[in-house]
């Protein structure tokens, strides 16, 4: 503040405290001291006064900026009666509605917030900020292609607003048209340089195209304006993992919690996170989160940590899943179970996918020993009879999970997948038996696209967890498979596994290379361009005849 303005400040302040020394219950003067310490940077003086003219008076006007005071202070709780206070009072209150909406949007209470900035707009559908801010929630909310209408009007009421530009990249990337959200981060850093969601989504653009440095630039342009931000901590620890930067990209990837990235959260309760302290004699339960595939590549810390001694080792992990983690090492003294509240007495708790940070795993200390899972053997002798005795045998994933319920997730599940008919010149390999280990409700009816003559085995009819997956897997010779939850099966087993990774692929494969520190029996086949599938297909076919022609 300068000189000058803090100098009128202080004459004005004088003022009313020499209209309150006559009048001490002049709710104004008392409603005005609490704006001018607000002004100066003096929250905890302003609520003060404030509630002090509410006291007398209770307006709707001094209640309003109560609540913006105490938000201001990060008093949600507080804010949250002030605002409806004044909603009791004047229900058509456009602030009040609008603020609280707000207020209960970054609480994540979608629907009361939704309703709320909904009146708000109706209430005035003039208003920019209504418009962006219910888009802001949708957005949260994954619902990007509700949102894109609102922000849009948003921008036509007030175009030079670098959010609401910011915000419309935010709608647009998380729907795959980059192109279009490279334009609206463009405009809203002419506007705002600084604009740090623009900065964070301008590097996201940069990410899923596989321009690391770029996106790394951006990215780190955003925390240097906002260095708690999480989403930009998050994308940033996605750049430094897939290019083997473990030291800070496992620390960054601690993002992934934060309520801004995600909307599960850990434990609630008094347990503490584990941070690497000592475990002898102590409880701890581990949550599996993510997807599968996460869940099956970072299991291995699993024994690593048993091993520490604690007295009791309790992993929360989704039931499909039990009967194959009961073969690790140490699993017949943990608890397995799929139920969070049968994990509330612990002494610490800890995210699965934090164990390679709390281990200090460098890329040359991966624990790579595989395999770590094996199915049980009475899946193994069942289909062992189920398959066919002799010949070379290949399973076959072409599709991830659509994940209907979260659309950023289903944009990069359609860069991941193929269509099952994509494989017609691999199934017609002479010398092999393709296996079809595809699941999902809408990938795996398209085996009936593919000609009889080629169609796969399917025995997934027939499967019921992840147990029966790894038995077939390990009755195969090789499995190819797109960047899924089957190809870390494989590798946890120490199968042959050839993935199939797209252009933008996941940071757990790195850059520039057709192996992984992670699983040795796994060999990548990147797409070369985006989207070319076609060209990646060939050359595992090529591959494929190599192969069985060599014998080996």
Excluded at 234 to 248: D, I, Q
């Amino acid at each position: 503040m300068d000189d000058h303005r803090a100098g009128r400040l202080d004459e004005a302040a004088l003022g009313y405290r020499r209209v309150l020394e006559h009048e001490p219950h002049h709710a104004d003067a008392l409603y005005l001291l609490g704006l001018i310490e607000f002004k100066r940077g003096k929250a905890d003086s302003a609520a003060q006064w404030i509630r002090q003219a509410i006291d007398i008076h209770p307006s709707p006007m001094f209640l309003g900026s109560l609540g913006n005071v105490l938000s201001a202070m990060d008093d949600a709780a507080g804010a949250e009666a002030a605002y409806r206070r004044v909603i009791e009072l004047n229900p058509d209150d456009v602030d009040a509605n609008l603020k609280l909406g707000v207020l209960l949007t970054n609480a994540r209470r979608w629907d009361e917030g939704e309703a709320l900035l909904r009146h708000a707009l109706a209430l005035d559908p003039a208003r920019a900020g209504s418009y962006r801010h219910l888009g802001r929630s949708l957005v949260l909310q994954r619902r990007f292609a509700e949102a894109e209408p609102l922000i849009r009007r948003a921008i036509e009421l007030r175009p030079d607003d670098a959010r609401t530009h910011a915000g419309l990249a935010a709608a647009l990337v998380s729907q795959g048209r980059d192109d279009e959200a490279q334009r609206a981060c463009t405009t809203a850093l002419a506007i705002d340089p600084q604009c740090v969601d623009a900065l964070v989504n301008q590097g996201l653009i940069q990410l899923n195209a596989s321009r690391l440095s770029e996106a790394e630039h951006a990215l780190r342009a955003a925390l240097e304006v906002d260095a708690g931000h999480a989403i930009a901590q998050f994308n940033l620890s996605a750049v430094l993992l897939k290019e083997g930067r473990y030291e800070e990209g496992w620390r960054l990837y601690e993002a992934r919690l934060a309520p801004d990235v995600r909307v599960d959260q850990p434990l609630d309760g008094n347990r503490s996170e584990w941070h690497g302290e000592p475990l002898q004699g102590k409880s701890i339960v581990v949550l599996c989160e993510q997807g599968f595939g996460d869940m099956l590549q970072f299991c291995r810390y699993l024994p690593m940590l048993w091993r520490l001694g604690p007295a009791r080792l309790t992993i929360v992990c989704p039931a499909s899943l039990t009967r194959l983690l009961e073969t690790m090492d140490g699993a017949p003294s943990w608890v397995l179970t799929s139920d969070r509240h049968d994990a509330v007495d612990h002494d610490f708790w800890c995210a699965l996918m934090s164990l390679p940070l709390r281990f200090g795993t460098t890329l040359q200390s991966i624990p790579a020993a595989s395999p770590y899972l094996k199915a049980p053997e009475a899946a193994l002798r069942r289909w062992r009879a189920w398959l066919p005795s002799g010949g070379f045998k290949v399973g076959l994933v072409w599709a991830g999970d659509s994940r209907i319920r979260q659309a950023d997730a289903r944009i990069v599940d359609r860069r991941r997948s193929l269509h099952a008919h994509d494989f017609a010149p691999l199934l017609k390999v002479a010398g092999a038996t393709f296996v079809s280990l595809q699941l999902g409700r809408l990938s795996r009816p398209q085996i009936e696209a593919i000609d009889p003559q080629w169609r796969p085995l399917d025995p997934m009819g027939e499967v019921a967890d992840f147990a029966d997956t790894a038995a077939i897997v390990q009755c195969l010779d090789l499995v190819i498979a797109v960047d899924t939850s089957t190809a870390h099966l494989a590798g946890a087993l120490n199968c042959p596994v050839w993935i199939l990774s797209r252009f933008d692929g996941c940071w757990r494969w790195l850059e520039h290379r057709d192996d992984s520190p992670w699983y040795p029996s796994a060999r990548l086949f990147r797409q070369r361009s985006a989207g070319d599938w076609t060209e990646v297909v060939e050359r595992v076919t090529q591959a494929l005849h190599e192969r069985l022609a060599s014998g080996a």
